[in-house]
């Protein structure tokens, strides 16, 4: 095994946070000193805070979320009994898992895989970590295996019913929020690890699923801000900081929004008034994740379900100071610049220009060598993510490349065993991914992503070169045949 001499620079093509250089430092400055000059804010700012949360926050969060999502739909807006400020998605995904399930009723926690691994330790922690509660569901080309969840949602039923699953075991019963049989965990758009997002038709039908088996559809949509077009070729466009029109609103509808209007939303025939599907937002990828902000979007009787957390309850609304601060960068009129600007003139612009950087890179350094990237002809690009399959003449898993890779040139890669659903990858229905890897563009600084990225192409070319020389045990190597044992 080659092995370097001088140490080299550690990039870091993993970590999925924003780069150093792109926080709003000056807005936060100027935000939290409002803030704190002002009795009238910072003395509510620093109570426990109603349990909804900070309630100018709900409504500036509620108008800015009708002018990226609905601006054609005006007459419809999103209201800010519609919103619950939340500490965070993650931190708000443990909170609905804690009101809306029980983990004897709620049959499964379905899970779209790819995945962002570090929510499975919220579903254990909420009990679905034993008796494969936790399934995964395959990704395709149009965002999820429709055919195949409904069949398995339709096992999972059959089970229920004949082991007497009628009625909640550990949860009683609350007005002020139900159970739900099914969870279905997604990020729709520019999915953390894969980068595909979902079309339009599969929300709607993923929607229509999840009334049917009474499911609750948590939709992380934590990337949905950062978006810009691509050339022709589905790289993404370098000029975006010149051009007029930037991506102001959203490309697709969340599939909350979906759920709001289809067919009558929570309010048709026979509907509880819950909904199927929340929104998971967070403030964490367009401005700083150590704040700890972020909101959900439901129904108003969902949204009052989540405010009404024993912890929430008890504690007061989550992040209650530093939710004053977004009100201002939200509103602020006196400011240079408020956070909608900064999305629209640093965030996307910085990012197009990273992800250019590093798709041109592994079109230069890897495609060659037998790598692809899915969802290659896209007119939006978007997110934090590039997502890859090894070549088909690497014999050896991701996990394996991944750590030649940090040990002989010091470059940080994610191997897609991170990302398959515990106890539940199965590389012939698609959701084993020991022949991919993720890399970043979001967190590493943009001089170093072509560097990043060649440095693995001279891993995997001097991998290619031992297989040849028949060194493939002496390099570490799992040999896969053609029948895909190992």
């Given at each position: 095994m080659a092995a370097t001499t001088t140490p080299k620079k550690r990039i870091d093509l993993l970590k999925g946070s924003p780069s150093p250089s792109l926080l709003p430092v000056a807005l936060l400055k100027s935000a939290a000193a409002h803030t704190l000059s002002d009795p009238s804010i910072f003395v509510?700012?620093?109570?426990?805070?109603?349990d909804a949360g900070y309630a100018p926050l709900r409504e500036s969060i509620a108008n800015w979320l009708t002018?990226?999502?609905?601006?054609?739909?005006?007459?419809?807006?999103?209201?800010?009994?519609?919103?619950?400020?939340?500490?965070?998605?993650?931190?708000?995904?443990?909170?609905?898992?804690?009101?809306?399930?029980?983990?004897?009723y709620t049959r499964n926690i379905w899970i779209i895989a790819p995945a962002y691994f570090l929510a499975f330790r919220i579903f254990e922690d909420a009990g679905f970590g034993v008796d494969g509660k936790m399934r995964a569901v395959p990704e395709d080309e149009h965002g999820l295996d429709i055919q195949f969840l409904r069949a398995e949602m339709e096992k999972s039923e059959g089970s229920a019913k004949k082991?007497?699953?009628?009625?909640?075991?550990?949860?009683?019963?609350?007005?002020?929020?139900?159970?739900?049989k099914h969870v279905i965990y997604c990020v729709p758009t520019f999915a953390n690890p894969s980068s595909r997002t979902m079309s339009l038709d599969r929300r709607k039908a993923l929607v229509r699923l999840a009334r049917e088996f009474d499911a609750l559809i948590l939709a992380d949509d934590v990337y949905d801000f950062l978006q810009w077009e691509a050339e022709p070729g589905g790289e993404a466009n370098t000029k975006v900081q010149e051009r007029s029109d930037r991506k102001t609103t959203a490309h697709l509808p969340r599939i909350v929004d979906i759920d709001h209007d289809l067919d009558g939303g929570a309010e048709r025939q026979g509907a509880d008034g819950f909904g199927?599907?929340?929104?998971?937002?967070?403030?964490?990828?367009?401005?700083?994740?150590?704040?700890?902000?972020?909101?959900?979007?439901g129904t108003p009787k969902f949204a009052y379900g989540i405010s009404q957390s024993g912890t929430t309850t008890s504690g007061g609304a989550p992040s209650q100071l530093t939710s004053t601060y977004f009100h201002t960068l939200l509103t602020n009129p006196a400011a240079q610049q408020t956070l909608q600007t900064h999305i629209h003139t640093t965030l996307q612009p910085a990012y197009a220009r990273r992800?250019?950087?590093?798709?041109?890179?592994?079109?230069?350094?890897l495609v060659p060598l037998g790598f692809a990237l899915p969802q290659p002809n896209r007119d939006i690009i978007g997110g934090y993510f590039a997502w890859l399959a090894l070549p088909s003449s690497l014999h050896c898993d991701a996990k394996t490349l991944a750590r030649r890779c940090a040990e002989e040139e010091n470059v940080v890669i994610a191997g897609g065993n991170l990302f398959e659903v515990p106890?539940?990858?199965?590389?012939?229905?698609?959701t084993s991914f020991e022949r991919n890897v993720r890399f970043c563009w979001a967190y590493e600084e943009e001089g170093l992503l072509e560097e990043g990225v060649e440095r693995v192409g001279r891993v995997v070319r001097r991998m290619l070169e031992e297989q040849q020389q028949g060194r493939v045990e002496e390099a570490g190597f799992v040999v896969v045949e053609k029948d895909g044992t190992a």
């Amino acid at each position: 095994m080659a092995a370097t001499t001088t140490p080299k620079k550690r990039i870091d093509l993993l970590k999925g946070s924003p780069s150093p250089s792109l926080l709003p430092v000056a807005l936060l400055k100027s935000a939290a000193a409002h803030t704190l000059s002002d009795p009238s804010i910072f003395v509510p700012g620093l109570a426990y805070g109603p349990d909804a949360g900070y309630a100018p926050l709900r409504e500036s969060i509620a108008n800015w979320l009708t002018s990226f999502y609905r601006s054609s739909s005006s007459s419809n807006p999103v209201t800010s009994d519609r919103v619950c400020i939340t500490g965070g998605a993650s931190q708000n995904m443990g909170c609905l898992l804690s009101v809306y399930t029980d983990p004897h009723y709620t049959r499964n926690i379905w899970i779209i895989a790819p995945a962002y691994f570090l929510a499975f330790r919220i579903f254990e922690d909420a009990g679905f970590g034993v008796d494969g509660k936790m399934r995964a569901v395959p990704e395709d080309e149009h965002g999820l295996d429709i055919q195949f969840l409904r069949a398995e949602m339709e096992k999972s039923e059959g089970s229920a019913k004949k082991k007497g699953w009628e009625h909640p075991k550990y949860k009683p019963d609350r007005p002020r929020a139900k159970v739900y049989k099914h969870v279905i965990y997604c990020v729709p758009t520019f999915a953390n690890p894969s980068s595909r997002t979902m079309s339009l038709d599969r929300r709607k039908a993923l929607v229509r699923l999840a009334r049917e088996f009474d499911a609750l559809i948590l939709a992380d949509d934590v990337y949905d801000f950062l978006q810009w077009e691509a050339e022709p070729g589905g790289e993404a466009n370098t000029k975006v900081q010149e051009r007029s029109d930037r991506k102001t609103t959203a490309h697709l509808p969340r599939i909350v929004d979906i759920d709001h209007d289809l067919d009558g939303g929570a309010e048709r025939q026979g509907a509880d008034g819950f909904g199927n599907a929340c929104s998971n937002g967070s403030f964490s990828k367009i401005a700083a994740p150590g704040l700890r902000v972020g909101w959900c979007e439901g129904t108003p009787k969902f949204a009052y379900g989540i405010s009404q957390s024993g912890t929430t309850t008890s504690g007061g609304a989550p992040s209650q100071l530093t939710s004053t601060y977004f009100h201002t960068l939200l509103t602020n009129p006196a400011a240079q610049q408020t956070l909608q600007t900064h999305i629209h003139t640093t965030l996307q612009p910085a990012y197009a220009r990273r992800s250019t950087l590093l798709l041109s890179a592994i079109t230069s350094h890897l495609v060659p060598l037998g790598f692809a990237l899915p969802q290659p002809n896209r007119d939006i690009i978007g997110g934090y993510f590039a997502w890859l399959a090894l070549p088909s003449s690497l014999h050896c898993d991701a996990k394996t490349l991944a750590r030649r890779c940090a040990e002989e040139e010091n470059v940080v890669i994610a191997g897609g065993n991170l990302f398959e659903v515990p106890g539940d990858a199965d590389a012939e229905r698609g959701t084993s991914f020991e022949r991919n890897v993720r890399f970043c563009w979001a967190y590493e600084e943009e001089g170093l992503l072509e560097e990043g990225v060649e440095r693995v192409g001279r891993v995997v070319r001097r991998m290619l070169e031992e297989q040849q020389q028949g060194r493939v045990e002496e390099a570490g190597f799992v040999v896969v045949e053609k029948d895909g044992t190992a």
